[in-house]
């Protein structure tokens, strides 16, 4: 059974830089086809997909946000952690993480999601 | 970027059949998948590749995918199928995922 679980600050500061980390088991991202990405939802909006790390370390990112974006996985932690510069309150939002496989195009299953805050 | 577009709401009476639009330049020609997400809950699949079901999930919930217009379809709706409902795509193009803004289910 896959599992996912987001943890980071539940608050950050504009300007400041976020970073979210995802751990995982029931898989093992140095498994060829596996992959992990994060997902984020505005309060009341619409999913936005922003990053997706494969076990090769083939890395996408949102090309609206890929200046703000960093996905690194550290595979003996079970774990892909994601970065973004220059925080906004427009960046308020619950950030899910997600797992996908190479061969397929759909997200599944996901994590319970996180709400991250921008304020100061 | 590709551009899906779904209703932002959608009504239905208990036992009767919903139906959630998600449309999209020649989305057929695109495998869509459909999510269900609860209030408070993450989003869990319900249709992939057009019409496949994943375990779990109910012979109620069907789809389709042709032309412009891609169709989840709930028969006898319950109380429980209120959701907010997401359709994506992989886009070829740009090789990157593309998801609809969502549709709310109620449930009257």
């Known amino acids: 059974q896959i599992t996912l679980k987001e943890s980071g600050p539940t608050l950050v500061k504009p300007t400041q830089t976020l970073t979210l980390t995802c751990t995982f088991s029931g898989f093992s991202v140095n498994t060829g086809g596996e992959g992990v990405g994060w997902i984020r939802q505005p309060p009341g909006k619409a999913l936005e997909w922003l990053a997706l790390i494969y076990w090769n370390d083939d890395r996408r990112y949102s090309p609206s946000l890929r200046s703000r974006l960093a996905i690194t996985k550290d595979t003996s932690k079970n774990q892909v952690v994601l970065t973004m510069t220059n925080m906004d309150p427009v960046d308020t939002a619950t950030y899910f993480c997600v797992h996908k496989l190479d061969r397929v195009d759909w997200f599944d299953p996901w994590g319970q999601g996180t709400l991250v805050t921008v304020s100061s | 970027s590709y551009v899906l577009t779904q209703p932002p709401s959608v009504s239905v009476a208990p036992g009767k059949t919903a139906r959630i639009t998600c449309g999209g330049n020649?989305?057929?020609?695109?495998?869509v998948h459909w999510y269900q997400q609860k209030p408070g809950q993450a989003p869990v699949v319900v249709i992939y590749?057009?019409?496949d079901r994943p375990s779990g999930i109910p012979e109620r919930f069907s789809g389709s995918n042709s032309g412009n217009t891609a169709t989840l379809t709930i028969s006898r709706v319950e109380a429980g199928d209120e959701a907010d409902y997401s359709c994506q795509v992989w886009d070829r193009s740009s090789d990157l995922p593309a998801f609809g803004g969502g549709t709310k289910l109620t449930v009257l």
């Open positions: 020649n989305i057929g020609s695109k495998g």
């Open positions: 590749d057009d019409s």
